[in-house]
Structures are given as structure tokens and as C-alpha cells.
């Protein structure tokens, strides 16, 4: 028997009429909110909106909920009636399609409905066919904007089995205040509605059951009418501070039956209604628009006065849908009500007096509208969360934050090579600053999910316009997306600089490159940046090994540059090809005739053999460790074995406790930790620098291999973040190493 069969002795509703008699009848303003096509402060929304619900049905009529996004103006607005994002599989919608867009901070939600028009790859073109400002009860009610509580207290044991049982689902949904709900209207149409409450949204009846109060809104009540009709449903569910996501489908029905109502009671009111869902599926996924937008991060939400007012855009809605309609004032009263000066101030005063009103009613005690805005309330609770700024305090800004650029030229270095030339999104372009040698983390959305690879700047700092300089390689996703799919105008998000790989900040006189391929691109930045420095006494001598003269990066320039400076640069090529591989005879050979002053630095960049090979000629001929400087290059494509369920991990400082958050499944300990607003030190996010560099105090992890961590740290219990899963409870110490 199934479990939900316990529960089908419990009274429902089944028709128009019950649910009529028990909602009532919403007033005429709520149902002329809506607008066909997307105006001025819709677009003003969208702009700004870095994270989104998604409803939608497959192709074979299975219904998904999920969240999408991960930036600001994500969704890109084609006409008033046309919008298109970025879907990451396996996501396949047909038809209709529902949305409704948060802005962090914000009590308000705009939804959006329409139907799929196209798909191009990863990018899903959707035609709206209607909006309309959503009241702030559902955030209002689940404190979605509240700074993250600390871990909940695992859920109890779950009777029976079922989807619910499942890894991590029972200790997510008693967490979770927050979800969005899919359905489908009579005429196959899709609506996307959020529900919140306090402490947990869902209540886990067994192991197939779940129960959602329905607590007294606005009476438009569209996904209870659309469940009279169609019991599918599907929902996705939010914990603050967690980035991933809890996908549940199933079938719902509507309850009034008192006993269970009681359970759910505020200060002894009762819901009127409750959702009764018997769960097919649940699982609990890491969620990557989540992960990137940050939405519960300190210092990364936007002013109050950056945002658009939601309550003056519903009232600009409703003064253009009551034209003729009965029972509100006329549409040009309405919108000369509108501009009178300070208008939308006392418009958010009433809205708020509303709110707390009604909230009162349902039996929230300390109901608090203010905390749903930006600037207002939301960074009230204490310190107790470790790190979250008390009231009056400026949040600092977030460290190596990704800078979003445009590409504004792909130039051809080689058949193999390119370089992609860089500079700000947005605005004035401003410089990019950092020592030559050092690299930048470049991130892509490839088939809508980022990718992050590290790249040397090739260009000289302090210019406002950066290269790097990408070599193609087979099979590497990000290298033969820049290659094959990246075109001038396109956008990026780079991070950094970093790495210790870079010239001193008081340069020798003289210096010793030795490359390897791709490794030049670093040794390119170095001498670009000596020769406009325009000393005269320095000397710079260059050795670069190349499989074939075609393939030698900068050759032209190089060339040019040496016979400009024939005093200042040497560059001697060695063709692989033809001379054969470069061995430690050949490096001694090239040394000895360069015959380098005592106190000259030694930079080398290529394959580990070589540079474990000129190591070796240097320390032969009594070069001091000191005077040598290598970067080494990580692929960071062998992970072992994650684990399927979502994991703890403890978070210490200086012997003492910072926070306990949940790692998603395939999440790294560094994403999960920023996406709470943890201080997690980092920079290039790939493995490459060992900024990320913490030590293993309880656990078991996996991590990308190789990587930069020497075989001491290893040894010594350090782990990498930013490329290390848990494959238990972990405990970290985060103290600088």
C-alpha cells in the first residue's frame, strides 16, 4: 500500500464552489494587475533580477521547477513580448512556460507567463504573454532575505519509505521557508507561484507525503484552481545560505480537514487550506544560478534606491488594466493619483501597513515588511552567524569579485593560438592592474553553465584593455569554445589577478626566460612590461621552445621587439621539430653563452620535465633557489568520486567556530562556503595559485588532481577549496597557513 493512502480519508475539495466558499472571491484590482507585454519597469526588474523560478513541461508532459539565472540582467529582452536565457540541461521545456524574477532584498516578485518559442543549443527564446507584480506575503512570511541561520537540527525520522527518504531530502525540506510551485491552468497554461512560511515551507507527513499550509492571501488562489483541474505539480525549494535546490514532482490535492490544519497553526490561527502532495520524485542538486548570484552574501546586494519600487509598478499596472473595468476608479484618475509628488512613498507606507496587517492576522507575531527591502531591516540579527555586519555597519566588499568584460578583438597568434583582448562590460573602461607573469581566471557560460580556466596575461598591466593569450586543446571545453564559438562583443567574467608567478616588484637588472609553448604568454607580459619601462640597463634574454616555426606564439613580435632593443633582448628559438627536444645539455649550452650576471632571476613556464630540467642545470651551475622562479600549470580534470548526498562542513578560525553550512552534492567546499558568505580566502578559483590552500582538520575530501599543492602540504593535511569536494562531515581551518 502507499503511504499517501493513509491520508486519503482526509476531506478535500474537488470543485469551483468549495474552494470558492472557503477563499472567497478576490477584490477587482488583483485581477487587473496584469499586463500583456512587458513595459519600462518590467524591463527596469529584469535588469537588475539575477535569479529566477522556472516552471515548465517536457516534452513528454513531466513538470520541472527550477531556479535560473545567476547575474544581474541574465534574461535578455528582444521586443516588450520576446525574452530569451540561458537553460542548462537537461532541461527540454515545451510549450507553456511561467517565471517569476527576485530581486534580492525584495518583498515583491514579478511574474512573467508565456510559451517557448525557440531553442538554440543552451539559449531558450520565450514569448510573454502576460505580467504582473506578485504581493510580498510569501518572502515577507519566509524571511527569505534574513541574513542565513545557522544549520537546522536534522529532521526526525521519516516513517515508511518514498522519495522523501531519499539522500539529504527529510534535513532540506525542515529547513527550507521557501519554494516555488508549477502547475497548469485548464487550458494547458503555466503558472509559477512562491510559497513561504516560517522555518519549514513543507512538512513531511512520510515517507510520499508532504502537507503545505495555505495561509489567507489574496485570494487569487491560481494554483489551487489550476489543481481542480490537473493534479501534476512540481516544485523547487530554497534553504538561505545553501545553493542548492530540493526538485520535487508529484500530485497535489486541497484539504480542509481541521486536525491537520491545527498542526500548522500560528498562535492559534490555522491555515485555511492545506496542499496535500503525493511525491514521486525528490532530490536535492546543487544549483549553479544560485551558486553565482549570492543572493544571502554580505555586501553584494544592491542599495535600496538601485532597485525599482514593485508596489508603484503595480499601481502603473493597475491604472493601465481598469480602463472601463467596474468596481475600481477610472484609469486616468488612478494615474494622476500616481504622479503626484511623493506618491510612491506613501504608496509603499499603505502597502507595508498592509502586509504587517495581514500577517498579524495569519498569527505571525514579529511580522516585519521593512526587513524585506534593501537598506531596511535585513541586517538586523546579531553576529551570530559569523561575519554578517550588525545594523549600521558597511558591509565590506567581497574579495576578488568577477569583473565583468567584453571582447573586443580575437586575434590570431598561430593555427593553434589566439588572443582574446579584454576590457569592461559596462561604463568607462578601467585598468587592469597587476604583475607580469600573474593570471586571470576567465569564466564562460558553455551550454549555460559556467567554466572557469586559467589564463596568463600576455599584455603589460595598467592598460585598460587585457590580453591572454588561449592555445587550443583537444578536447578542453573552455579552449575550443574561445577557438570555435567566441566572437567580438560576447561577454566574460574574469577573476584575479593571482599567482606567485610574476616579476619582482623591484626588478633585477637582469632576467632569464625559458618557455615552453603555451608557457610564453607569461614570459610575453614580462617583456612588454621591462621594455616600456624604457631602462636601458636591463637585459632580458629569452630561450622558447616550439614544436614547428608556425607555432611559435609572438613570433613576429618577438622578432620586431629584439631587433628594436638589440641591446636589451635576446631571443633564441629552438624548433622541436628539427632540433629535437630541448635537453639539459642544451639548456647548460645556452646558459653558458649567455654566461648570466650572479644576481639574474630565472623564470621558466612549460611542461613539469622541462622545468624540472632546467631546475636541475641551474642548481648544477650553483644558481641559489632563490633566484628561480617557475609556474606551474594544472589541468584540473581528474576529481575522484563525489558523493551523492549533500554533506556538513564546519568552518574554524584560530581554534574557534565560524559556521557549519551544507555542501551540495558536486559542489566544492569554496562555493558552498562563498555562497553562504563565509570568509573563504581565495582567488583563481581552478587550483592554480593556493590562495584557497586550508587545512583538513576532520573528513574525507576529493580534489582535483594534479594541482598546485606540493607533496609536504599534502602530507601536512592542506586541501584546496576551490577544487575539493567532501566525501563526508568535513571540518576545515581556514586560519592563514
Known amino acids: 500500500m502507499r503511504q499517501s493512502e493513509r491520508w486519503s480519508g482526509l476531506n478535500r475539495l474537488t470543485t469551483v464552489d468549495e474552494l470558492g466558499a472557503t477563499v472567497g472571491r478576490p477584490a477587482p484590482a488583483v485581477m487587473l494587475k496584469q499586463i500583456s507585454a512587458l513595459d519600462e519597469g518590467c524591463r527596469a526588474v529584469l535588469a537588475r533580477c539575477p535569479i529566477a523560478a522556472f516552471g515548465y513541461r517536457d516534452s513528454d508532459g513531466t513538470g520541472r521547477t527550477t531556479f535560473i539565472g545567476g547575474r544581474p540582467g541574465f534574461v535578455r529582452v528582444h521586443s516588450p513580448t520576446r525574452i530569451s536565457f540561458s537553460l542548462p540541461p537537461p532541461g527540454d521545456p515545451h510549450g507553456p512556460v511561467s517565471f517569476f524574477f527576485l530581486l534580492p532584498g525584495v518583498g515583491e516578485i514579478l511574474r512573467v507567463n508565456g510559451s517557448t518559442a525557440t531553442r538554440k543549443e543552451a539559449v531558450l527564446t520565450v514569448d510573454v504573454q502576460e505580467a504582473y507584480v506578485h504581493c510580498a506575503q510569501a518572502v515577507l512570511r519566509s524571511r527569505l532575505w534574513q541574513p542565513p541561520a545557522p544549520t537546522a537540527v536534522p529532521a526526525a525520522g521519516i516513517t515508511g519509505d518514498g522519495p522523501l527518504c531519499g539522500p539529504g531530502v527529510a534535513d532540506f525540506l525542515a529547513a527550507a521557508p521557501f519554494l516555488a510551485l508549477s502547475t497548469a491552468d485548464a487550458s494547458g497554461g503555466s503558472d509559477t507561484s512562491p510559497r513561504g512560511d516560517r522555518e519549514a515551507v513543507a512538512r513531511v507527513l512520510d515517507g510520499r507525503t508532504l502537507v ?13 484552481h489550476n489543481l481542480l483541474r490537473d493534479d501534476r505539480l512540481s516544485l523547487a525549494a530554497l534553504v538561505p545560505g545553501r545553493s542548492g535546490v530540493l526538485h520535487i514532482r508529484g500530485r497535489g490535492a486541497i484539504t480542509d480537514d481541521p486536525e491537520l490544519l491545527e498542526t500548522m497553526a500560528l498562535r492559534g490561527v490555522s491555515p485555511h487550506l492545506a496542499l496535500l502532495i503525493d511525491v514521486e520524485h525528490a532530490e536535492v542538486r546543487g544549483n549553479e544560478a544560485v551558486e553565482r548570484s549570492r543572493m544571502w552574501a554580505p ?32 484609469a486616468f484618475l488612478l494615474k494622476a493619483i500616481g504622479a503626484l509628488p511623493g506618491m510612491s512613498r506613501l504608496m509603499r507606507f499603505a502597502a507595508d ?17 521593512a526587513g524585506s527591502r534593501p537598506g531596511r531591516g535585513f541586517l538586523r540579527r546579531r553576529r551570530a552567524d559569523g561575519g554578517h555586519p550588525l545594523a549600521g555597519e558597511a558591509p565590506e566588499a567581497p574579495e576578488h569579485a568577477l569583473r565583468d568584460v567584453r571582447v573586443v578583438e580575437v586575434r590570431k597568434e598561430t593555427p593553434g593560438a589566439v588572443t582574446v583582448v579584454l576590457e569592461d562590460a559596462e561604463g568607462d573602461p578601467g585598468p587592469f592592474d597587476f604583475r607580469p607573469g600573474q593570471f586571470f581566471t576567465l569564466v564562460a557560460d558553455i551550454d549555460a553553465r559556467p567554466v572557469r580556466r586559467a589564463y596568463s596575461a600576455s599584455s603589460a598591466p595598467g592598460s585598460t584593455r587585457l590580453e591572454v593569450t588561449v592555445k587550443h586543446i583537444d578536447g578542453g571545453r573552455f579552449s575550443t569554445h574561445v577557438h570555435r564559438g567566441l566572437r567580438v562583443g560576447d561577454r566574460l567574467a574574469v577573476r584575479g589577478p593571482s599567482g606567485s608567478f610574476h616579476a619582482e616588484a623591484e626588478p633585477p637588472e637582469e632576467v632569464v626566460l625559458i618557455a615552453a609553448g603555451s608557457g610564453v604568454t607569461p614570459m610575453m607580459s614580462m617583456i612588454r612590461a621591462r621594455l616600456a619601462a624604457r631602462q636601458d640597463t636591463d637585459r632580458i634574454a629569452l630561450l622558447c621552445s616550439s614544436r614547428r616555426a608556425d607555432e611559435v606564439i609572438f613570433a613576429e613580435e618577438l622578432a620586431r621587439l629584439a631587433k628594436d632593443n638589440p641591446d636589451r633582448l635576446s631571443v633564441t628559438h629552438v624548433l622541436t621539430s628539427q632540433d629535437g627536444r630541448l635537453d639539459a645539455d642544451g639548456v647548460r649550452r645556452w646558459i653558458t653563452r649567455l654566461s648570466p650576471s650572479p644576481d639574474a632571476h630565472y623564470y621558466t613556464c612549460g611542461p613539469g620535465p622541462l622545468m624540472d630540467t632546467v631546475r636541475s642545470v641551474l642548481t648544477g651551475l650553483g644558481v641559489l633557489d632563490e633566484l628561480v622562479h617557475q609556474e ?36 566544492t567546499l569554496l562555493d558552498a562556503g562563498l555562497a553562504a558568505g563565509l570568509p573563504m580566502p581565495h582567488s583563481c578559483t581552478v587550483g592554480n595559485c593556493g590562495d584557497c590552500m586550508v587545512r583538513l582538520r576532520g573528513g574525507e575530501i576529493t580534489q582535483n588532481e594534479p594541482n598546485c599543492l606540493t607533496p609536504q602540504q599534502k602530507a601536512d593535511g592542506y586541501v584546496l577549496t576551490c577544487v575539493g569536494c567532501p566525501l563526508s562531515k568535513v571540518t576545515l581551518d581556514i586560519t592563514d597557513p
Open 353 to 369: 501597513r498592509l502586509y504587517r496587517s495581514g500577517l498579524r492576522k495569519e498569527g505571525y507575531e514579529d511580522a516585519d515588511p
Open 212 to 224: 503545505i499550509p495555505d495561509r489567507r492571501g489574496n485570494k487569487r488562489a491560481d494554483t489551487l
Open 632 to 667: 606551474h600549470y594544472t589541468s584540473g580534470a581528474d576529481r575522484g568520486p563525489t558523493a551523492t548526498a549533500p554533506q556538513k562542513m564546519t568552518v574554524e578560525q584560530e581554534g574557534r567556530p565560524v559556521a557549519t553550512v551544507v555542501v551540495e552534492p558536486g559542489q
Open 299 to 330: 555586501g553584494v546586494r544592491p542599495g535600496r534606491g538601485d532597485m525599482p519600487d514593485l508596489v508603484a509598478l503595480a499601481g502603473e499596472h493597475l491604472a493601465a488594466g481598469s480602463s472601463g473595468a467596474s468596481g475600481v476608479p477610472p
